[in-house]
């Protein structure tokens, strides 16, 4: 059977993504018998003018020892990864450029380390604006770029390996069982097997499934019959941040001011855009996210037959958020596929629902969740309990977080139904009733954990905000400005501030 050794989704030429793997990763190294490489003529021969380059021939086992009985193999293997050597970098200077400390500088060529605590400007025992206004601190400098994020602008001068903190330990098990027999003519070879990777970059690995089988009869020395099937379901997970930098560009919320991964939005690029590898990681996890809430709620249900029946709460919680995944799928994609989604492979092709049938769907899920939490409430459980790294199963919050999603998904519609307005006040007041706090994960500390937007805007400032977008922000009186527009010293658009 020809296999393909080209990429499902190739990014070509680019540095910016990795490629998709092709379709031998389908392929068990332990179903393997043999591997021979044909060149040439030898391969054209075979396997025609695409065969032109060469060809790899893969044989899978099959029954091959005579016995009177059934032979069972049994393997497991386990590893773990680590990386051995990581790039050498400087642990000497801070950040900024010809040993002068720049907190908004991307480079790291500023003071040394070891001094910042006697900066003129920023040390905490030297005599500058911000000791005179908080006191001297000794042994510590102060960030402005902390205090801006919220947190306490005095910190300790600090040598960081976010390299090292950032990769983990890989780790992969392959377990493979087969049947096999050869007797009278007949020979046969049933196989499955499973493996599973953890990569050594968070959120990464591959899960794989496989089944064969092959079954020959030779019915003489010139003929012979027999049949052979695989199956295979692979996984593979990889990283990406897309839906935040490529829709903000979009919205004008960002522009590139220096060599950056937003040129090419900016300039429309038609292929980029419409490349599959741009939004692929995202639709599909955020599409993995739903599976896994559809089993949440399956379980909690009070037909499951599960220890989890009847737990109100976390089905709740679980409705809440598939709401919300669903919100962020139309809100980008529009038409995206709902009601025929989330069936494995039931149905692998499910059809698009209309973006007006998308939300009627979020606001009777949302329904749904205001009912069950409010009953779970009465009922005083607390099933999450502070695996809720939300609301710590406050389940006001949880009701709260509820009704200000239906503000926010009924305000969306306003445009075809200008009488929705009503709707979304009423929803919104509601939120405001049941103390509605925001929807924060608070492990987002900023300082052991960033935000993936936040950390992303730190690391790239030669990203702004467009004039459009400061002017309207401006003019409507936009409480969000500051954090679009504004610097330490000035603000961009009207002068200092």
């Not at 960030?143 to 910190?155: I, S, Y």
């Amino acid at each position: 059977m020809p296999i393909s050794t080209t990429p499902d989704f190739s990014t070509g030429a680019s540095v910016t993504s990795a490629d998709i793997s092709d379709r031998t990763v389908d392929i068990n190294p332990e179903d393997i018998e043999s591997i021979n490489v044909l060149k040439g003529q030898a391969a054209s021969a075979l396997y025609g003018i695409r065969a032109s380059n060469g060809v790899i021939v893969i044989t899978t086992k099959r029954g091959s020892i005579r016995s009177n009985r059934p032979t069972v193999t049994i393997s497991t293997n386990l590893s773990a990864e680590r990386v051995s050597r990581k790039f050498q970098r400087q642990t000497v200077y801070s950040q900024g450029t010809t040993g002068t400390y720049d907190h908004s500088s991307s480079m790291s060529w500023g003071s040394k380390i070891d001094d910042l605590v006697n900066h003129p400007v920023y040390g905490g025992a030297t005599d500058n604006k911000y000791t005179q206004a908080m006191g001297h601190h000794e042994g510590m400098y102060y960030n402005p770029k902390r205090a801006q994020a919220g947190l306490d602008g005095w910190e300790t001068p600090t040598r960081y390996d976010n390299v090292g903190d950032f990769l983990g330990t890989g780790f992969t098990e392959n377990t493979n069982v087969n049947v096999s027999q050869k007797k009278d003519g007949l020979d046969y070879s049933f196989g499955i097997s499973n493996s599973y990777q953890k990569g050594i970059i968070p959120s990464t690995g591959m899960t794989r499934w496989g089944a064969r089988g092959l079954v020959e009869y030779i019915i003489d020395q010139e003929w012979k019959t027999g049949f052979s099937m695989n199956y295979t379901s692979s996984r593979i997970t990889t990283t990406s941040g897309a839906y935040a930098w490529y829709i903000s560009s979009f919205t004008e919320q960002e522009f590139g001011s220096g060599n950056n991964q937003l040129m090419k939005t900016e300039l429309r690029n038609a292929n980029e855009l419409a490349s599959s590898t741009t939004y692929n990681n995202e639709w599909n996890g955020t599409y993995s996210n739903l599976m896994n809430l559809k089993q949440i709620i399956a379980k909690t249900s009070e037909e499951s037959t599960t220890t989890d029946a009847g737990q109100l709460d976390l089905m709740g919680m679980a409705q809440v958020l598939t709401a919300l995944n669903f919100g962020v799928l139309t809100d980008l994609h529009g038409d995206i596929p709902c009601s025929e989604a989330l069936q494995g492979l039931d149905n692998i092709q499910p059809s698009l629902d209309k973006q007006e049938d998308v939300y009627k769907y979020i606001f009777a899920t949302l329904d749904a969740a205001i009912d069950n939490l409010s009953k779970a409430k009465e009922a005083g459980m607390a099933n999450v309990g502070e695996q809720d790294i939300l609301y710590g199963n406050d389940l006001e919050q949880w009701i709260a977080a509820a009704y200000a999603l239906k503000a926010r998904y009924k305000l969306h519609t306003l445009y075809r139904n200008p009488a929705v307005l009503s709707e979304v006040i009423d929803a919104a007041s509601k939120a405001v009733a049941n103390g509605f706090s925001g929807m924060y994960i608070t492990s987002f500390n900023g300082v052991t954990c960033d935000n993936p937007w936040s950390a992303y805007v730190w690391s790239r400032l030669y990203t702004g905000c467009t004039t459009t977008v400061g002017n309207i922000m401006l003019e409507t009186g936009d409480p969000r400005i500051d954090g679009y527009c504004f610097t330490e010293k000035t603000w961009l658009y009207g002068g200092t501030r």
